[in-house]
């Protein structure tokens, strides 16, 4: 059975950073695409960032220079490392597989708020 399970959301003021780890189990991780998506309320998800299986990476243009995506084939784990995190990066985050499936995390909430 195939989980992805996000942690790392919180709450953090304007400026700030946050780490959010997904954890993958029960499937061949480094077949996978990667990504993190994130949902605002009343918004549409939208992608923020993907790593393929040879580390290609790609970014959505509101966070380029600020978040950086990795994966470490080795423990089943996608990161987003968020820095000059702003109140308009408030959303749900979600981490999402492709390959010949595609999984969803459950997701977590980063706040952005002073």
């Known amino acids: 059975q195939v989980q992805l399970v996000e942690s790392g959301g919180g709450l953090v003021q304007p400026g700030g950073s946050l780490r959010l780890s997904c954890a993958a189990s029960g499937m061949r991780f480094s077949f996978y695409t990667m990504g993190w998506y994130r949902q605002a309320p009343g918004e549409q998800r939208e992608l923020v960032a993907s790593?393929?299986?040879?580390?290609?990476?790609n970014y959505a243009d509101s966070v380029k220079g600020r978040f950086t995506i990795s994966r470490d084939n080795a423990k089943n784990t996608v990161y987003l490392q968020m820095n000059s995190l702003k109140p308009e990066d408030t959303a749900v985050y979600y981490c999402k597989a492709d390959w010949r499936t595609t999984y969803w995390g459950q997701g977590t909430q980063v706040t952005v708020a002073s």
């Open positions: 790593i393929t299986s040879i580390r290609s990476t």
